[in-house]
C-alpha cells in the first residue's frame, strides 16, 4: 500500500494509504500512535489508584494512570515511569495483564495495561505543562459499579477493570 502521510504531530499522525486487498482498490485513513502503557495499581489499604484527569473535549474523566510510549521505549519501561509521574508511587513489579487495540478500524494504537505491584509512594506528581489530574483512591467494587452504570466510560480503565476481575473471578 502506498503511505502519504497527511500530519504528524507530537503525540500522532495521520496518513492515507492506497492500495489493492483481495484485488480490491482501497483507501485507509490511519490515526499513528506509539502506543501506550496503562496501569492496575492497588495503594497498602488495597485500593485502587485512579486519577481524574482532564480529557478535552470530553471534560473530567475518572481513569487508570496511563501514558504514551517514548520512541522506542518498551511498554513495562512506559508503565513504571508513568505510574511515577502520575501519582507519585513507585511499584516493584509489573505484571502484564491485557493489550488490545482501542480503535482497531482506524488507528494503530495498542494500549498495554499491567497490574503495578510493591507500591510505595516516593514522590509527588511529575505532571507535564498541559496536564490537569489529581489522584483518586476508590474500592475495587465502586469501580466496578461505576463501569456497569456508565459513570467510568474510559477504554483502557474498563478492559484492565474487567479483565482482572474476570481472572480474579470477581464478578
Known amino acids: ?21 483481495e484485488g ?3 483507501k485507509r485513513e490511519v490515526i499513528k500512535h506509539r502506543g501506550a502503557a496503562a496501569m492496575l495499581a492497588f495503594d497498602e489499604q488495597k485500593k485502587l489508584i485512579l486519577v481524574k484527569q ?8 475518572l481513569e487508570i494512570p496511563a501514558g504514551t510510549l517514548e520512541k522506542k521505549e518498551e511498554p513495562v519501561k ?36 499491567f497490574v503495578a505491584s ?17 489522584v483518586v483512591k476508590m474500592d475495587f467494587n465502586k469501580v466496578l459499579s461505576m463501569i456497569k452504570t456508565g459513570k467510568i466510560q474510559d477504554s483502557k480503565t474498563i478492559c484492565a477493570v474487567l479483565t482482572y476481575a474476570a481472572k480474579k473471578k470477581l464478578y
Open 118 to 134: 510493591g507500591l510505595k509512594k516516593i514522590a509527588e506528581l511529575k505532571l507535564d505543562e498541559d496536564e490537569i489530574l489529581s
Open 54 to 61: 482532564h480529557r478535552f473535549p470530553h471534560g473530567y474523566v
Open 78 to 113: 512506559c508503565a513504571f515511569r508513568e505510574l511515577e509521574e502520575e501519582t507519585g508511587y513507585r511499584a516493584k513489579k509489573m505484571t502484564p495483564l491485557i493489550t488490545y487495540y482501542p480503535s482497531i478500524g482506524y488507528n494503530s494504537e495498542i494500549i498495554h495495561c
Open 1 to 21: 500500500m502506498k503511505e502519504s502521510k497527511i500530519y504528524e504531530g507530537k503525540i500522532l499522525g495521520l496518513s492515507v494509504y492506497d492500495g489493492k486487498i
Open 24 to 26: 480490491r482498490k482501497v
